[in-house]
């Protein structure tokens, strides 16, 4: 399986905005794969854990909290599990910048 996907957007106001990332993961023959969990990390400043697992379209979706006084953050994927699958890491989406709406 991979990530085939980091899908994000950004939505709020300034000075506070919050960050979506969609994950899409799939597996070898591109078929959405569910119940892998996904962790990963918002990145700025500081870094945040967040993670999702996905459902029978292969999908999740993590979101921020508030960000103050910052352009941009980055979500990047530490780590996709599986009980019957394997994570190629080789060929997955592995991160994504978010702008500031």
Do not use: R
């Amino acid at each position: 399986m991979y990530v085939s996907s980091l899908e994000g957007t950004g939505y709020s106001g300034w000075p506070l905005w919050q960050a979506e990332v969609t994950i899409t993961v799939l597996d070898e023959y591109d078929s959405p794969v569910a119940g892998a969990t996904v962790s990963g990390s918002w990145i700025k400043f500081w870094s945040v854990d967040d993670g999702c697992t996905t459902n029978g379209n292969g999908q999740c979706t993590v979101d921020t909290q508030d960000w103050w006084w910052v352009d941009s953050v980055v979500f990047i994927v530490s780590d996709v599990t599986h009980a019957t699958f394997i994570c190629n890491a080789d060929i997955s989406e592995t991160s994504i910048v978010i702008q500031q709406p």
